[in-house]
T-cell receptor
Framework: QKEVEQNSGPLSVPEGAIASLNCTYSDRGSQSFFWYRQYSGKSPELIMFIYSNGDKEDGRFTAQLNKASQYVSLLIRDSQPSDSATYLCAVDPGGGADGLTFGKGTHLIIQP | DAGVIQSPRHEVTEMGQEVTLRCKPISGHNSLFWYRQTMMRGLELLIYFNNNVPIDDSGMPEDRFSAKMPNASFSTLKIQPSEPRDSAVYFC????????????FGPGTRLLVL
């Protein structure tokens, strides 16, 4: 069974610091990787996706992928209280618009 | 664009009753996904459609669950009969054509089966 693992947290980070969220996946053939943010009581919202090994930056967010280690991470620089949410890692095992396998998420708290 | 629309937003029903959840995907999106989210199991894919055709229903928990997509702008997820363990938030998501892999989620239906 394809699995996506995340530390549930809560992960507490002071405002202005770098928040580091990690995810591992079991299916070595996975092609695409996504990070979603979910505020309490709301729906998941896509914030980053990455396909290739290495880093991908978008504003304060950086996604990092290491397929050999089956590891994907999300860094949030200059973290703000509004970044407090649950972050879901998701993996698409194949090409195309197939369904994603989600981790259970990491609850991030940014302390003012 | 109005985004993915789901109804009802909240549903409370008694065990044994039939429940129908509805979804309108974003116009022009060819793929539609039904997910269920609980604290215990997280977000799980139930079924997805491409061009109105069910592609993978392996996540549907049992025969009590069924899903249809009669046209490109409407889908239903039906639970009959409902059980307390079906209580969860049910999300519908849609995605552009198969060359893109991003999904846009609806607001969800919060279901409570008593």
């Amino acid at each position: 069974q394809k699995e996506v693992e995340q530390n549930s947290g809560p992960l507490s980070v002071p405002e202005g610091a770098i928040a580091s969220l990690n995810c591992t996946y079991s299916d070595r053939g996975s092609q695409s990787f996504f990070w979603y943010r979910q505020y309490s009581g709301k729906s998941p919202e896509l914030i980053m996706f990455i396909y290739s090994n290495g880093d991908k930056e978008d504003g304060r967010f950086t996604a990092q992928l290491n397929k050999a280690s089956q590891y994907v991470s999300l860094l949030i620089r200059d973290s703000q209280p509004s970044d407090s949410a649950t972050y879901l890692c998701a993996v698409d095992p194949g090409g195309g618009a197939d369904g994603l396998t989600f981790g259970k998420g990491t609850h991030l708290i940014i302390q003012p | 664009d109005a985004g993915v629309i789901q109804s009802p937003r909240h549903e409370v029903t008694e065990m044994g009753q039939e429940v129908t959840l509805r979804c309108k995907p974003i116009s022009g999106h060819n793929s539609l996904f039904w997910y269920r989210q609980t604290m215990m199991r997280g977000l799980e894919l139930l079924i997805y459609f491409n061009n109105n055709v069910p592609i993978d229903d392996s996540g549907m928990p049992e025969d009590r669950f069924s899903a249809k997509m009669p046209n490109a702008s409407f889908s239903t997820l039906k639970i009959q009969p409902s059980e307390p363990r079906d209580s969860a938030v049910y999300f519908c998501a849609s995605s552009p054509d198969r060359s893109q892999e991003t999904q846009y989620f609806g607001p969800g239906t919060r279901l409570l089966v008593l």
